[in-house]
């Protein structure tokens, strides 16, 4: 090949692992920073703990669904609503695509996270929002009781468009690699300090930083 064709000629040797990593991780958190100042701007409070925030507990029961980010936040910015269609377009077969939760357990929430497998720049969002009448959210018929030990009686499946007025709060996740040291809590850097020293032992391990973003009632 002639050098001059290839980008990665002399000029711009390849990429080693840890470089190319360590521009992903530079952009999840530029992407996590910018989805984190859209919810401040749109009148979220953030809580930087994995813990559930207190003003969740006395909303009751809420619909949780993990979503794209960027069409998340990008309803969020322009105050558009979420359109939500769980449809199979092959098969035409309507899917669960949320779930029910009641905090402060995790049962419910964890479905809606580890199930649902999309993210942006490797930044995923949970949203939650409360049932009202008329929605059309339903408990469908699934052949799995499980979910890599997830019981998933929590499961439904959620369809429409909701007003981002609904949504009380989002959850960030973003790997914890990606932050700086100052952006950190105490415990972030702890467990910033067990990854490291895992993979220095040869062991695969991952670790992430969650940032709570609530809406207090009438601020979007």
Known sequence: MNPSLNPRSQDHPPRTTQEARAEL??????TFLEYRDVLRAAGAVEHSTAAVPSELM?????????????????????????????IDSPTGTRYANCAVWRP???AGFDNALHEG???????????GFLEKPGMDIRHLEDSMDQF????????????????????RFVRLRVPLEALREEEM????????????????????AAAFAHRWFVFPKGTH
Do not use: C, W
Request: glycine residues 6%.
């Open 185 to 204: 809590t105490e415990e972030e850097q702890d467990a910033l300090d067990a990854l490291l020293e895992k993979r220095l032992k040869g062991e695969r």
């Open 25 to 30: 991780l530079e952009l999840a958190r530029i």
């Open 148 to 167: 890599y030990g997830l019981e998933r009686y929590n499961v439904r499946s959620f369809m429409g468009s909701l007003p981002v007025s609904e949504i």
């Open 117 to 127: 497998m999309t993210h942006h720049n490797e930044v995923a969002a949970v949203f």
């Open 58 to 86: 006395s909303l009751g029961t809420l619909i949780v669904r993990r979503e794209h980010p960027e069409h998340l936040i990008a309803a969020i910015r322009n105050g558009s609503p979420l359109e939500v269609t769980p």
């Open 104 to 106: 402060p357990s995790l």
